[in-house]
């Protein structure tokens, strides 16, 4: 019997330590839908809409001690459903549960972590050290009203249209490009905080890489954030890039928000685009949980040489406290200047809410 008791006693404390370093994990995620108006200067439609300003999508994460020096691991997968994208479907089209503006599942992350005093390494599927570089903004939710740089996540599926009411030949998607980085295969490296400031650097597949450096702080009661950082895509995208952007927040919720990039191509005789940003915003009432804000946005030689793409629009939004909603409404205005072309301006008003879990 004592034998017995040794046995259980000895496999109750080797299970112990095991339980208390396992790995947890959780599922979260958001429904985010809204109702879209839209007018191309010929004709108008009205669409249900997933909003890509912040796509649905259902997240699973894990995380735990490794018990080796504070280390930690750790592990994210998160797809993306949508059905009908805002930023997809078109003026009398056939949207919906067809082809062309459906993404029904993409997988937005899959990686692994690993963490210490000495910074973070993540594999897999998810964002370059740049990516985020163009996103830096401290407005609230109104960003959800597609009121954010680049901005097309509301009517970028929709075609230009000339005085005659033909086809100008691109979407407002195609005319405007915050020039951002993005999500793919990577191994990326963190450090740790140094100060205010943290760095990043990855390297992805055909030699694809990027850097960046991110501000965190504060001054006179005002919030500062900025993200500033480069990427070399020479071998698969034929380019580099170049940006950063700065939002302060002072203390009685008026915000500005600023952002510029530049992408180097390598085509003879090709001029390089650019892309410059500017919101100012207000947030109120307990926790700020209102925000208004108006910006403009310009995009140049995105499609071609001579183009210049201008927007400008105005949203609000308001958290609802206690449960995980915000409703949000916005409009926006697109231009394109196309030397030779007389092109009609593209409105587009949204309306919706997303519920998070």
């Known amino acids: ?47 249900q809409t997933d909003n890509m300003a912040s796509q649905s999508r259902l ?14 691991a750790g592990a994210v997968i998160e797809y993306g459903m949508s059905s009908n994208r805002s930023s997809g479907v078109t003026v009398k089209g056939r949207n919906g549960n067809t082809t062309g503006a459906d ?3 993409n997988v937005r992350h899959s990686r692994l972590w690993f963490s210490g005093n000495w910074g973070k390494v993540t594999m ?23 009121i954010e740089n680049g901005g097309t996540t509301w009517g ?7 005085n005659t009411g033909a086809a100008a030949g691109n979407t407002v998607g195609q005319a405007f ?14 450090s740790p905080k140094l100060g205010p400031l943290q760095v990043a650097v990855d390297i992805g597949d055909n030699q694809r890489w990027s850097a960046a450096a991110t501000l965190s702080t504060s001054f006179s009661g005002a919030s500062v954030v900025a993200k500033a950082g480069y990427e070399d895509n020479e071998n698969d995208g034929g380019s580099e890039s170049y940006g950063g952007s700065a939002s302060v927040l ?35 009432g307990p926790d700020r949980v209102n925000s208004v804000a108006i910006a403009y946005n310009e995009s140049n030689d995105v499609i071609q040489d001579g183009d210049e793409a201008t927007s400008w629009g105005i949203g609000f939004a308001h958290d609802i406290p206690g449960p995980r909603v915000q409703l949000y409404t916005g409009y926006r205005n697109f231009d394109l200047d196309r030397p030779g072309a007389n092109i009609e301006d593209v409105d587009s008003f949204n309306v919706g809410a997303r519920v998070r879990f």
């Open 1 to 47: 019997m004592n034998q017995k008791l040794l046995a259980i006693a000895i496999a109750s404390a080797l299970a112990a330590p095991m339980a208390a370093q396992a790995i947890d994990h959780k599922i979260s995620g958001h429904v985010n839908r809204g109702v879209m108006f839209i007018d191309d200067g010929a004709a108008s439609d009205v669409t």
């Open 250 to 284: 002072f203390s009685q919720g008026t915000n500005i928000t600023f952002a510029y990039a530049q992408r180097d191509l390598n085509t003879v005789g090709r001029d390089d685009p650019d892309n410059f940003f500017v919101k100012l915003g207000h947030r109120w």
């Open 103 to 105: 993404a029904t599942f």
């Open 59 to 72: 997240t699973w994460s894990a995380s735990g001690d490794l018990g080796v020096g504070g280390m930690k």
């Open 156 to 162: 970028g599926g929709t075609a230009f249209r000339t």
């Open 124 to 146: 897999g599927h998810g964002s370059g050290a740049y990516d985020g570089a163009a996103y830096k903004d401290q407005g609230g939710s109104v960003f959800l009203t597609g």
């Open 177 to 190: 490009s915050n020039l951002d980085g993005g999500r793919y295969d990577n191994l990326r490296y963190d």
